[in-house]
């Protein structure tokens, strides 16, 4: 579906030399079927592994093996991976595991981490390629507010008995960062990863093995039905457990995080935070469509050499389905099913355009102060950041005949917000 729409099959990523070469070495296991013993995804494998490293053996609550055993399997019967794609995923797997019981060891040790309040989140959402990174990083300059790190939520249990100063799992987040990048350097073009810079909320929760982080990297049709059907309350339950934690030894400040996730499930975070604030993110709604089936491709490419065709997403990239999930938000803000007066609406246009006013614009609805050096802080970092940092992020873009059947479905979204037409 996705295929048809906005990748050409014909024109495959490239890979580094180092990534065909050992991919060529494990197609010829993998036409022995020897490559799934001598890279294990079984969940006796993982388990035993994780146990003898960390000491550990308690999982927590038992509402981590369905998705768990859901996912092994669609990765073994579905993802098609190949060697680098089996190597990652079993030391990604491996590092959510770690961190669970890591995480529920810590816990039990110290049960007054789950007395930690977590006050009056920000919450940044909205399609992909909307804004939601870069707006997540100007926020990240400000001492006032805190968002996870990539280095803490692939070693979040350091990081929670540290206060975040863990200097030697910092330095190994950082070596996870960069191996995606040396792996699949277009990624960093798309989106900017490294061990300090602010994570998706959707990995902060990788540890439950409910995410759309996880499903971000997989053709795996069988675990996205099972997380799109899962209850919203068990993957902010291990949210705000995981939040906690992180709060427990270190300076307390004003949580924000982002992910696409929130967008669907307004009523339910607002459930889970009550006094939260969330930033609704706009763009044109095909310039997202074209940019994030493109990201897409080339992460499950980092995996697979199965090309992009997936329509576990297509409600952020067919027309009609992403129309209906934007409409739904509108809804629940005109029914007063979410509290309306605790949800600001940022256009990507205004941030590009001039992103110190855009930012008051978001400081005053959040009721925090912003003054002139704070405007400055916030020019500072995109001068020192531009646009294309990494170089530009080349992607299909619709045609003429694409735009014409997928722009009527926008208006009434387009219309409300204002939002100006980039295809």
């Known amino acids: 579906m996705a295929q048809n729409l906005l990748v050409d099959p014909s024109a495959p990523i490239p890979r580094p030399e180092w990534v065909d070469a050992i991919n060529a070495e494990g197609r010829m296991w993998a036409d022995a079927g020897m490559l799934a013993d001598m890279v294990p995804l079984s969940l006796g494998s993982l388990l035993d ?16 093996e369905e998705p768990l055993t859901v996912l092994i399997n669609a990765l073994e019967t579905e993802a098609e991976l190949n060697l680098m794609g089996r190597l990652a995923t079993r030391s990604e797997l491996l590092l959510f595991i770690r961190n669970r019981l890591k995480l529920i060891d810590l ?45 803490e939520i692939y070693f979040m249990g350091e990081s929670a008995i540290s ?53 971000s990297f997989y053709q795996i049709p069988s675990y996205h039905a099972w997380v799109n059907a899962c209850p919203p309350e068990l993957i902010y339950k291990y949210h705000r457990l995981a939040l906690q934690a992180l709060q427990w030894r270190a300076p307390k400040r004003r949580w924000f995080g982002k992910t696409l996730y929130h967008l669907g499930c307004l009523p339910k975070l607002f459930d889970a935070y009550p006094d939260a604030r969330v930033i609704h993110t706009h763009r044109d709604p ?12 080339t992460f499950y490419w980092s995996r697979s050499d199965q090309d992009f ?57 959040l009721g925090m102060s912003f003054d002139a050096e704070d405007a400055e ?47």
Request: avoid cysteine; glycine fraction near 6%; proline fraction near 6%.
């Open 286 to 297: 095909l310039r997202s469509m074209a940019s994030i089936t493109n990201l897409l491709r």
């Open 107 to 151: 816990v039990r040790r110290n049960p007054e981490i789950r007395n930690q309040q977590i006050d009056a989140p920000i919450i940044i959402t909205g399609l992909p390629r909307t804004g939601t990174s870069i707006l997540q990083e100007v926020l990240h300059q400000d001492p006032r507010l805190r968002t996870p790190l990539f280095w």
């Open 309 to 365: 065709d997936n329509p576990g997403f297509e409600e952020i990239m067919v027309g009609e389905a992403t129309a209906r999930r934007l409409e739904q938000v509108m809804a629940w803000r005109d029914t007063g099913a979410v509290p309306d007066a605790q949800i600001i609406d940022s256009r990507y246009q205004d941030l590009v355009e001039d992103p110190a006013r855009a930012a008051k614009h978001i400081y005053d609805g």
């Open 377 to 423: 802080r916030v020019r500072h970092y995109l001068a020192y950041k531009p646009k294309h940092k990494f170089g530009a992020h080349q992607y299909r873009a619709m045609s003429a005949d694409q735009v014409a059947r997928n722009r009527p479905h926008f208006k009434r979204y387009q219309d409300r917000y204002n939002v100006p037409d980039e295809a």
């Open 49 to 64: 592994a994780a146990f003898r490293e960390t000491g550990l053996r308690d999982m927590g609550d038992p509402d981590w």
């Open 163 to 215: 206060g975040g100063q863990d200097q030697v799992a910092r330095a190994l987040g950082d070596r996870v960062a960069r191996q995606w990048i040396r792996m699949t350097p277009q990624i960093q073009t798309m989106h900017e990863t490294a061990g300090d810079i602010p994570a998706e909320d959707a990995s902060v929760w990788n540890y439950s093995f409910v995410s759309d982080a996880i499903m």
